[in-house]
Nanobody, 120 residues
Framework: QVQLVESGGGFVQAGGSLRLSCAAS???????MGWYRQAPGKQRELVAA???????KYADSVKGRFTISRDNGKKMAYLQMNSLNPEDTAVYYC???????????????WGQGTQVTVSS
């Protein structure tokens, strides 16, 4: 059974940083891992994704501020978030999916989410 567990969320002031971690367990071949977020009243949106060959994709709103990385051997993905602002406040979810040069397609496995709150 595949499980994803996120950690690292919290409360931070604008301009601060947080690092999210996602641990995958179970027998699964992972092409890519992605981070999504969902703010209250909004749709879930892709934040960043990273493929096994380290190819990455970012939402325009986080380019230059967030960095996604992964450890293939440990089935871990990370999201370093710098220069946070209140618009980044959301529940952040980890996902296993497929990343091409243009598109990340989420798979059916999701973590429980971790809350990130940024105060102004």
């Amino acid at each position: 059974q595949v499980q994803l567990v996120e950690s690292g969320g919290g409360f931070v002031q604008a301009g601060g940083s947080l690092r999210l971690s996602c641990a995958a367990s179970g027998t699964i071949s992972i092409n890519a891992m992605g981070w999504y977020r969902q703010a209250p009243g909004k749709q879930r949106e892709l934040v960043a994704a990273v493929r096994s060959d380290t190819y990455t994709k970012y939402a325009d709103s986080v380019k230059g501020r967030f960095t996604i990385s992964r450890d293939n051997g440990k089935k871990m993905a990370y999201l370093q978030m710098n220069s946070l602002n209140p618009e980044d406040t959301a529940v952040y979810y980890c996902n296993i999916g497929v990343l091409t040069t243009t598109t990340y397609t989420p798979g059916g496995y999701w973590g429980q989410g971790t809350q990130v709150t940024v105060s102004s």
